[in-house]
């Protein structure tokens, strides 16, 4: 426990902010007619019964005597995709409200559009709070949209997403004494993946092909005109390497091309093999789209990002399939 | 835009819950000494010289007089793992601390161990707020710990993942205009399917069985004893067909043992099979343990509970594997 006199700002900070918050711009309009805006993470709610609601500015701040001097204020809870717009807000840059089209609010105060919450204030009280006065509203108007909200912890944006009842199980029993268990992540992931796969599946069977040829179509549709060692490169990493008797099955399908350029072999996608895996991909995106339904967009975007930071931190070390392609090196040569 | 005639209480309360928090208990100790502890998620940062934080309190509350009557109280911010506590000191129930072991907090107030921080206060003011009564109070001592906080959103307890810079991208150049994208759900789950599985295809490549033959090891060693036809009950959503010449070539590895029971052939896990089947989850348990550290253990939590979300809403009616092996139905007969 520290003590008050070891008493360090930043830990003190760092220890403040494991609190998660929404993230909230406050806008009013000056003395001059000007609106003014500014980034805060101190709103809270406070009485049901007058509404009232509260946040917290720091007695330095540039905007104090828009907010001293004018009693109506509009407090925003931003949605997940207005990060820029908190960045905008929390510095002191010059003219914020640039290309923001805006709602008018009561008494003319500036409304932002796409909000997760809008609420709108007059004044009740302003209390003394330290380095910070603390301004409790009276809300008279509010609104609310489903956008899933920007969240803030640890002094980074941050996304929050329901947290299961304990064990989510995926059973209807509790799990036995077992040593592998379906909270083994790879379990998991494994049962997502062929799961997701399942659609994907019964369409390669109708094109005769097997799930190894949809990702070598797939990649021949982001990169074509590879070599086999090229195509490897990218596929390998599922465990099963691509052979030159599968890509001439593949040719035989009416699928590939092979074509010899400098001595070499490569592989181009034809018209046909172009076609399969733009239905390939579209019900992939279909699949995707059900998936982000169920879901919700919040809780879809969450589980990319982790999934995004699980392969970087697993990485093998895979070229980049998106990468602009360079020439083939054989035509360098 | 709701006017003031029209305020819905329950639509407010909906539309203030869209603002995220993490979740405090506060404690005092009441004037006959007993140990008294509230939920609030309405605690908040004010001042950083001095170290001011409030948090507001119904007046309708049966710790009302405790917290006004004892000038020191503990903020403490619960830890994901602490729910469960957060629900006890919400309800109105008896005997709140039972079997809660507490560190001593200044003035002899409790205080909670296991935290993700705690802050210990001193009343500095109180003030009005409507149906509550706003507490700022002066930080005295304070203390951090690294545990995940719990974060509450929309009614629900939640928890807060960090959320990316704009599109964590795996690459290192922008995205082209391309139709398949390495931001499909399908790729990203496919790719960390297959990057997980990469060190534990190594350990079945040593041990001279496929992944097929090590989803066959893992159910029997879950459910041993099964037919040929149970056995693809839980494995042939991966879309391949577990055949009989696959596990007799298991049982010429000496893997697995068949036997007939009641005229029908049921495979059975031999010593040897047991043995490799915890080598390869002993295996995919240091896998885990190493992508656990990489996340965190909140991300992991998190990664978890949206994948088996996943799981439940793609599910084609997988049986449960974990549930209590019934008798074999021909021997019922």
């Not at 036995?176 to 659609?199: F, K, M, N, V």
Request: charged share 20%; hydrophobic share 40%.
């Amino acid at each position: 426990m520290t003590a008050p006199a070891s008493f360090n700002p930043q830990a003190f900070r760092a220890a403040l902010s494991t609190f998660t918050t929404g993230v909230t711009i406050i806008t009013t309009r000056g003395a001059d007619g000007e609106p003014v805006g500014v980034t805060a993470n101190s709103f809270n709610s406070v009485s049901l019964n007058p509404p009232l609601v509260l946040w917290s500015l720091a007695k330095s701040a540039l905007s104090l005597p828009a907010f001293s001097g004018n009693k109506h204020w509009n407090v925003h809870v931003l949605s997940a995709d207005q990060q820029l717009l908190s960045g905008r807000f929390a510095s002191r840059g010059e003219d914020k409200f640039a290309g923001v089209t805006l709602d008018q609010g009561i008494n003319d105060t500036p409304l932002f559009k796409d909000c997760t919450a809008r609420f709108q204030c007059r004044t009740a009280f302003t209390y003394e709070g330290g380095d910070h006065l603390i301004f409790v509203g009276e809300v008279l108007a509010f609104d609310k949209t489903d956008l899933p909200p920007l969240a803030f912890q640890s002094g980074q944006y941050a996304l929050a997403t329901c947290k299961a009842r304990e064990t989510l199980r995926l059973g209807s029993e509790p799990p036995p004494e077992c040593s592998y268990t379906e909270d083994l992540l790879g379990y998991l992931i494994g049962r997502a993946h062929y799961q997701l796969l399942d659609a994907l599946r019964r369409l390669l069977h109708s094109q005769k092909i097997d799930e190894y040829a949809f990702f070598v179509l797939s990649v021949l549709c982001i990169r074509d005109n590879l070599t086999l060692e090229e195509i490897n490169q990218f596929v390998s990493y599922t465990g099963r390497e691509v052979t030159l008797s599968m890509m001439l099955f593949l040719e035989k399908q009416g699928c590939v091309v092979a074509e010899k350029q400098f001595g070499v072999l490569r592989f181009l996608l034809t018209a046909t093999g172009r076609e399969m895996s733009l239905e390939q991909i579209a019900l992939a995106k279909a699949v995707e789209q059900d998936v982000t339904d169920k879901l919700g967009a919040s809780d879809s975007q969450i589980l990319k990002v982790l999934l995004k930071r699980l392969i970087r931190d697993t990485d093998p070390g895979l070229p980049d399939l998106w990468a602009p392609a360079q020439p083939p090196v054989s035509a360098q040569a």
